[in-house]
Nanobody
Framework: QVQLVESGGGLVQAGGSLTLSCAAS????????VAWHRQAPGKQRELVAH???????NYADSVKGRFTISRDNAKNTVYLQMNSLKPEDTALYYC?????????????WGQGTQVTVSS
């Protein structure tokens, strides 16, 4: 059974920084694409950052230049460094990953970590 567990969320003032972590555990053969999504109350879920297996990165226009996605393959962990945070970044942040186990290749989601940015 594969699990993704996010951590690092919290309350921060505008202009501050947070680093989110997402640790994958279980009988993992390989982790391919990874991504961070967010959903604010009353809004649609938004793709924030994406890193395919080749290590390239893609960001939503709203976070370009402020957020950085990275991964530590040895630790099966994905990070989201968030700088210059704005109140509009307030949301529940989820990590996702395409993971191969002995049984299948599937897309997994974490339970989410709350980020609240005060003005």
């Amino acid at each position: 059974q594969v699990q993704l567990v996010e951590s690092g969320g919290g309350l921060v003032q505008a202009g501050g920084s947070l680093t989110l972590s997402c640790a994958a555990s279980g009988s993992i053969f390989s982790i391919y694409d990874v991504a961070w999504h967010r959903q604010a109350p009353g809004k649609q879920r938004e793709l924030v950052a994406h890193m395919p297996s080749d290590g390239t990165t893609n960001y939503a226009d709203s976070v370009k230049g402020r957020f950085t996605i990275s991964r530590d393959n040895a630790k099966n962990t994905v990070y989201l460094q968030m700088n210059s945070l704005k109140p509009e970044d307030t949301a529940l942040y989820y990590c996702t990953a395409n993971i191969r186990t002995a049984q299948r290749l599937a897309n997994y989601w974490g339970q989410g970590t709350q980020v609240t940015v005060s003005s």
